[in-house]
């Protein structure tokens, strides 16, 4: 077992982000550069996070990861490509390892183990792979040293993982530069710009998800005419829409653009050959529901956008989040255990109007729906400095896991 | 009562065609004409058709007509549009209505009762109102002693239809001029030109479809800039390329298009907004079926092609019908009523090999397809010569429908 002197380790959280704005198709497979830049928001740790525990000694033979509690294999060349960028930032930094300051500022050279943990299912559509690798260049970064932008790092191992980076609003922008160094996350608006905004996450479905998001870009690279001029001719003025509704806190306008923005990013999955198809039945009812609640209201009071899955993310205001989970309780009515339906912030129940209920015109559908998280907009990653929340002991291995 | 001298019947019957590039969006409403050219197969009659009685008499004091069974407002603009552009043809034709020929050619002032019937579900997504205006500007023609080319007549009543004027393959040309003189149907090949070529419609819900197709296209035009890259940028080269595939019966080029039309067709539907969804789940494990059993067999052997509904249209060859039913029928399994799940040409059962189900690896789902049509390709509209099919008696009402 390692001695406590040449023992370091660093935990950190990072945040989920949902791209308003987003991001399919990469035009540098190996940088992992896209074909248009994109925008999120980020969602808060409170609801969301992953936790990453990176720990170097001296007695560490290689590099070695855990996830969700099971070993990996470190070879996966994306985790590869986090630690050689890492490594190589740490070198520029100039943390050489020097032996004085070894208990501070390990070298670049030293065999780092990690363990990393969500506290959601992972590939349930929720874009675990951001927040993870997000989490573990923060946290990486905090214990080699590393100042600095880490964009590249992040984007190497999941490209929107570089906007799981900041909190708020983040834009990663997708440069110009065949290195990929201007291919980079920045924070558009932070998270206490916008205090009412609200999210609520309907799960629709946990099963894995059918294609996954890799293989699912590659093949709309290829075949795909409709997203070659989405990326080239239409995302640049949405891009520049997005900004301004958000810095104008204009929801309308927001919600609208976010909810043509994720339309248009699956109509290029459909455009794919073979086509992707992401959303269901219940997907399909769930944008349905949100359109005839805005024309019940007349106005656009709620949005919908979907990833590379069924589940719907909602965006709405803090005024009309009772309301619209009553709407979703009503339409897709939970099962027995109903009070695990709702989970994240509190929400206080309210009735549906008939009259709301007339113009909806939805027969219930029980199940379809099986549980809301109710979160907002939420900070950047953070560094935990309690060592009782380390994920690995002194003797570099993954604690025994608390039971959930 | 009128008297046998002063009344003329005529009766026609006419497909329905199922397009393989696909029009969406009209450039100009009121003369309909389309963003783009499209290109259909024309369907056996024997299996789907409309027929269509018109009568002339001087005794009728006004236009009347009635669908199915129903006296229908004959006021409707695009009914009226259809009666003016035949009677201006008329009276270009010279038919002026003498008296000494009235029985043969009636004049374009001659009031015209008109009873059609479809023997497939209207408005199942069947493009039942294109089989019907083209078979009303047929047989309005031919009452009214009218002869050429009846495009424009029909493409008044309903885009489409246009293209149920002629058997095979079938091109609308989209034109260039703004009176719509050059946006004319015109035959690819003739319905004798592939006889190995084979239909199924997969009937999946004879629900009224959510979204007009009118409605819809205009929501599109006003809304999707992914529809108008589509018409102006894609679509010429995928006429040009389709029509090849014909000329040389080149089946799996003219498969994987079809696909790639309908999926992009669908596209531009989602990113419309709000968005218009005609595929459901079960339209989805057909696409998924078809791909899948393609890939099973290392080529393309099946297409499907969706309209604006979620009924599923299949071509393939001859000699792979017989087995691709038994796959539906395996994935779909029929209700007890199994006897009556496939109507048409008929298909011999054959075994779903144990390696076939297991590359399908998709659990039976019961109900997911009511039942299929088996057809193919087949002849433009016809006249009945009989004049016990008359669907208008000498009295100018229509006779008593028969018993189903």
Redesign the interface.
Known sequence: MPSDESFVAVTCTAPVNIAVIKYWGKRDEELILPLNSSLSVTLHQDQLRTTTTAAISRDFLEDRIWLNGQEEDVEQPRLQACLREIRRLARKCGSTGDEDQHLLTPGPSDRVHVASVNNFPTAAGLASSAAGFACLAYTLARIYGVEGDLSEVARRGSGSACRSLYGGFVEWQMGQRADGRDSVAWQVASESHWPQLRVLILVVSAERKPTGSTVGMQTSVQTS??LK??AE??VPARMAEMARCIQERDFPGFA?LT??DS??F???C??????I?Y???TS?RI?QLV?RFNAHHGQTKVAYTFDAGPNAVIFTLEDTMAEFVAVVRHVFPPEANGDKFLKGLPVTPVPVSDDLKATLAMEPVPRGVQYIIATQVGPGPQVLDDPDVHLLGQDGLPKPRPAA
Do not use: E, V
């Not at 459909?270 to 086509?275: A, G, H, I, K, S």
């Open positions: 005419d409709l001029f989405r001719a239409l609208k909810m043509q339309n248009q699956h109509a290029t459909l455009d794919t050959f073979p086509p198809s959303l269901n039945d399909q944008m359109h």
